[in-house]
């Protein structure tokens, strides 16, 4: 004897709800490109998280109670399209979470001025000696503009003239301007 479902599902609904995981996976994925597009500050994503994650209890519920399956689509699927929605929200405020807040403790707020600084700093990795100069990778540790130090973190690539040995972990004070490096190389 056969029972027959009295919602039969669609290919759609078997596709997506396959293998949940993954589309939850492409969500998060899509969600940090965007956030690398949009320039939404980490409380917003945080924010339409929350959203998303209400409107996706909410239609389960409302869903359940109503015995209501708009579009043909089991109440899973759309379970599954609230919770990809939260992924992709999480992704964006995962993104947004992580990127460095440009203000005077971090070295690339000095980059393109027309004054000399002074910045200290700790060689972070081997030094890169060439013919001509030498590259040195510092962590910056702080920054005097001329008005005192400020403690400021953040890496620069330094280039120094050649003929001087630098050891890694070494602490220097450097004066110049910083430039943006070029894109690409």
Request: hydrophobic share 45%; net charge neutral.
């Amino acid at each position: 004897m056969q029972t027959s479902d009295p919602t039969p599902r669609s290919r759609f609904d078997e596709l997506v709800t396959r293998w949940p995981l993954t589309w939850l996976s492409l969500a998060f994925l899509a969600g940090i490109l965007l956030a690398s597009r949009l320039s939404l500050p980490w409380t917003t994503w945080l924010i339409l998280a929350g959203a998303a994650f209400l409107l996706a209890i909410l239609a389960r519920v409302l869903f359940a109670l109503l015995h209501v399956q708009p579009l043909r689509l089991s109440p899973a699927t759309w379970l599954l399209a609230g919770l990809a929605l939260l992924a992709g929200c999480l992704g964006g405020f995962r993104y947004q979470s992580v990127q460095p807040e440009i203000n005077h403790r971090y070295i690339a707020w000095y980059n393109d001025r027309p004054d000399e600084i002074l910045v200290t700093g700790v060689v972070a990795a081997r030094p890169d000696y060439r013919d001509t100069y030498t590259n040195l990778r510092l962590e910056v540790t702080g920054v005097n503009t001329g008005f005192g130090d400020i403690a400021a973190g953040g890496l620069i690539l330094a280039r120094l003239p050649a003929g001087q040995e630098y050891t890694y972990g070494e602490t220097l004070r450097l004066r110049g301007q910083l430039q943006t490096p070029p894109e690409g190389e």
